[in-house]
């Protein structure tokens, strides 16, 4: 067996089977995303990609679903919680994952299935809360822990630059 061939078994494709067709978003709903994390949670085959945001974090909460075809493979929750949560405690709740890895303190938890993070509002001039972001990836999508991680910081650190806290009233 000839090393292309070796590799392109144990990646799943085949020279007849079905393979991603699709191109891979470089921002989902309006926010700039890792595009080689979020290929690496994708579904390996499909021909299409759609992005469908609903919702608006002006409003205290907003969603976004990413289809592959006719099935919903992620989705991206974007809400305004009060102020005092971690995220691992809310991963653990919302999606009862006991078993997860911590990074940048108290404001991101992951696993290879879904992960939150947490953009802290604090200072005078702003509305003291937290906004909490959730991906979780659905089958057919891929698992991966490092693409999630890496997915989650890219999607946050663009929200950040929204700059979506409330002004104090």
Same mark, same amino acid.
């Given at each position: ?6 590799? &392109?078994? @144990? ?25 080689? !994390?979020?290929?690496?949670? #994708? ?8 992005? &469908? ?9 907003? #969603? ?18 009060? !102020? ?14 006991? @078993? ?23 200072? !005078? ?7 909490? @972001?959730?991906?979780? @990836? ?7 822990? !490092? ?23």
């Amino acid at each position: 067996m000839s090393l292309f061939a070796a590799a &392109a078994t @144990v990646a799943g494709c085949s020279s007849g089977g079905p393979k991603q067709e699709f191109s891979v978003p470089k921002a989902l709903c309006g926010a700039p995303v890792p595009a080689d !994390a979020l290929s690496r949670l #994708l579904p390996a085959s499909g021909e299409r990609v759609t992005v &469908a945001p609903t919702g608006s974090l002006d409003d205290g909460s907003a #969603l976004c679903e990413v289809k592959v075809d006719a099935d919903t493979v992620l989705v991206i929750s974007d809400e305004r919680i009060e !102020a005092g949560s971690s995220a691992h405690d809310i991963l653990r709740s919302r999606l009862s994952l006991q @078993v997860q890895k911590s990074a940048d303190g108290d404001s991101l938890a992951y696993t290879d299935q879904a992960a939150v993070s947490l953009i802290k509002c604090r200072g !005078a001039a702003v509305r003291e809360e937290d906004i909490s @972001v959730l991906i979780k @990836v659905l089958k057919p999508a891929r698992r991966d822990e !490092a693409a999630m991680k890496k997915l989650i910081r890219g999607y946050t650190a663009s929200l950040e630059e929204r700059r979506p806290c409330k002004a104090a009233s």
